[in-house]
């Protein structure tokens, strides 16, 4: 089993920047996608982004041109790095780990995942 440590998150002002990082212990070279997930208080758990084993990505509309998913081969660190922030990104985010070869956003393509960590926007 992997195990996943999400990092990175905080409370920034809209049009802020954060990056977050998920590093993955354990034999992390067996999974085949990595992705990223969020969800707001209240609401279901969203897929953000994903990164596949053919380093396909796939994001959600609501982020698109302003996050961007990449992946340390070398320590398999997943990173999200998230620019122009707007208080509807405010939500825990996840870091996932699963079997599918090409990116995903859908929650069931995933086999392990992180305990989370907050993401606040401030208007």
């Known amino acids: 089993q992997v195990h996943l440590v999400e990092s990175g998150g905080g409370s920034v002002q809209a049009r802020g920047s954060l990056r977050l990082s998920c590093a993955a212990s354990g034999y992390a070279d067996s999974y085949y996608c990595m992705g990223w997930f969020r969800q707001a208080s209240g609401t279901a758990r969203e897929g953000v982004a994903s990164?596949?084993?053919?380093?396909?990505?796939r994001y959600a509309d609501s982020v698109k041109g302003r996050f961007t998913i990449s992946k340390d081969n070398v320590n398999g660190t997943l990173y999200l790095q998230m620019n122009n922030l707007k208080p509807e990104d405010t939500a825990m985010y996840y870091c996932?780990?699963?079997?599918?070869?090409?990116?995903?956003?859908?929650?069931?393509?995933?086999?392990?995942w992180g305990q989370g960590t907050q993401v606040t926007v401030s208007s």
């Open positions: 990164i596949g084993r053919d380093l396909s990505t």
């Open positions: 996932a780990a699963g079997y599918s070869w090409y990116a995903s956003l859908v929650e069931w393509a995933y086999n392990d």
